[in-house]
């Protein structure tokens, strides 16, 4: 019979052990599943990168699970409470401790922590990946907007479709404007996260990367992060009042990421943004879905989720 599962907090000495956990049950289900365990390449190193931004970010907050009797780590589930909601990153069981209720228990425990301060819990699902997309559909969630996952190489020249209207109005954001961007995601999405646009303006775990849009009047109408780290290089988190300024910034990001191969998550249901996307060479890798135990009805915008801090 199995050990009990014990849950924990992380220590740095940890690090090592979660990053060959994330490469080892991602590659070995996406092989088993669907042959595509080689999309996570050989080395768990990139890897590294989840621990050292989440524990910079919300240090003590992830859900380690245990195998009672060796301490073995057999899941890890990365929980970050914000001002309106309670993210979860990345949950990932061993592959050896599979199907014996770890990720269910660490959800369990996240549902918990959130329910004290009353927060609903948001997360990005893969539609591939039907385990976890019933795990998490068991517990309560509710699936919403779903995202193509796109892939675009950018040349080394930059981006050799012409610049959209609006990219004159796109610009780097300011190391105080954290405030300003969250009361913006506040007003279209009614999510508040104020200290994930503060840890990419300072900029000191990770490499990110933080774009702005105003409008003539000066008013912002969308902004648009990215990780630029070596190990993990995404386009995302972003909101846009409309597929105008989406397709804007998403073109700045772009082209200022010369050189590189990029996945960005665009709402399905923006039929004419995901259609600039195409015209740019962007090809679909994979679908993910926005579910949360408490769908926001009123959510207005353009959406780009991202992984890494998660939420749509
Ligand atoms: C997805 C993953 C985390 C699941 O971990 P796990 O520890 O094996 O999951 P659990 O044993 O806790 O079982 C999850 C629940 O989903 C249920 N489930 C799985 N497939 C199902 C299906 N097709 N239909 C209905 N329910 C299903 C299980 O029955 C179980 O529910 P129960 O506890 O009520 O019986 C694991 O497969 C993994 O790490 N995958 C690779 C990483 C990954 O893709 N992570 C998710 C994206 S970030």
Known sequence: MSAPILLTSLTPGDHED??????RSLVQWYESRLRQGA????????????????????????????????????????SHERETHVALGIVATAPEAGGRGVARRMMEEALERARRPGKPV??????????SFSLYTRLGFVPGAIFQDMLL????????????????????????????????????????????FAFFLRNEVGSWRLLVSEREDG?????????????????????????????ALLWQ???????????FLLPCAAAGLVRTAYAWGARNVELHVAQSTAPAATARGIVFPTFMPESA
């Open 122 to 131: 948001r997360l990005v699902s893969s539609l591939l990946n039907l385990d």
């Open 39 to 78: 999309k996570f390449g050989d080395s768990h190193a990139p890897f590294l990168l989840f621990p050292e931004v989440y524990e910079a970010l919300d240090p003590g907050e992830c859900i380690a699970a245990r195998d009672a009797r060796t301490q073995a780590l057999l899941g890890v589930c990365f």
């Open 18 to 23: 979660v990053a060959r956990l994330l490469h």
């Open 219 to 247: 008013s912002l109408n969308g902004f648009l992060g990215m990780s630029t780290h070596p190990s993990f290089s995404m386009i995302g988190p972003g909101v846009a009042a409309d597929e105008e300024t989406a397709a």
């Open 153 to 196: 190489t950018v040349p080394e020249g930059g981006m050799t479709a012409p610049a959209p209207a609006g990219t004159q109005r796109v610009r780097a954001a300011k190391p105080d404007e954290a405030a300003r961007i969250a009361d913006f995601e506040q007003s279209l999405q009614g999510i508040r996260r104020e200290k994930d």
């Open 253 to 263: 990001a772009l082209d200022g990421l010369r050189g590189q191969s990029l996945v």
